[in-house]
């Protein structure tokens, strides 16, 4: 009964796949090819550095990377693949520490079933006084969390990579310039989110209500339960795909970290 209008299915991520699947948008997927559409983003300082960097050109005076050109490998080489294991168990636990909040979060949890004779009154009235603005804000304090502690982690990676060889040096400065380019346009995107859930919580609640005066006018209604339709059953419904859609979108913002690690974890 309480289900998202259907879409075009999309080959994209998973929170552009679920984000289709719930929302009433349905925007055809782009022609244009990844490199056409970070020629539109990038701006020409980004542009430059990333030229620069690609290129292999010295940075500051020096060359890419810090390295030492020639000559036998530092001491701190011997270790770098012990410490590059450490990280990646590092970013497993961020990333579990992540998805843990998310799941556990109180304003996500299932609302517990009351007796069914006072379930028809306390629903109702809980369902009038429901404000969406309680899941926006803590679905913003959220992305707010894993920006931030993402972007540390993606920092961190990027100084270990900075300290090993020339090319991993140049791979680090890449991955700043995109983050400071594309930085603010993912940030904007990614707030929009919210706003999309919005119409999908007033959609799920206006068709329980749609459904439960359906059944009351056919007489239907029984301690409760109308034709097999619980009273703030929606609810539930949503707290489930808000944190589906939140899981979505730390997948999307740990792409870089598995990125940066993949680059460390390099024999």
């Known amino acids: 009964m309480l289900q998202a209008p259907q879409r075009t299915a999309f080959s994209g991520p998973a929170l552009i796949r679920v984000l289709a699947r719930l929302t009433d948008l349905d925007v055809p997927e782009s022609s244009q090819s990844l490199s056409d559409r970070l020629s539109q983003w990038l701006g020409w300082t980004d542009a430059i550095g990333l030229s620069t960097a690609l290129g292999g050109t010295p940075l500051n005076g020096h060359p890419a990377g810090g390295a ?37 979060d109180s304003t996500f949890a299932a609302a517990k ?100 005066a359906a059944a009351e006018s056919a007489a239907a209604v029984a301690a409760g339960d109308a034709a097999g339709v619980r009273a703030g059953a929606w609810l539930d419904v949503f707290r489930k795909d808000m944190q589906s859609v939140l899981l979505a979108e730390l997948d999307v913002r740990f792409q870089p970290v598995e990125g940066l690690l993949a680059a460390l974890l390099t024999r």
């Open 68 to 104: 030492p050109r020639g000559g036998q490998p530092s001491a701190a080489a011997a270790g770098a693949r012990a410490d590059g294991h450490a990280e990646e168990a590092e970013c497993a636990r961020v990333r579990a520490s992540l998805a843990k909040a998310i799941a556990g």
């Open 113 to 212: 079933r009351r007796a069914p004779a006072q379930a028809p009154v306390q629903d109702v009235a809980a369902d009038a006084a429901l404000d969406y603005a309680v899941f926006r804000q803590r679905y913003q304090s959220i992305q707010q969390t894993m920006e931030t502690t993402i972007g540390n982690l993606r920092g961190r990676l990027r100084t270990m990579l900075a300290a090993r060889t020339p090319a991993m040096a140049r791979l680090a400065v890449v991955d700043a310039v995109m983050e400071r380019a594309l930085g603010a346009r993912e940030h904007n995107l990614l707030a929009t989110v919210p706003g999309l859930l919005a119409g999908h919580f007033e959609r799920l609640r206006g068709a329980e209500r749609e459904a439960l």
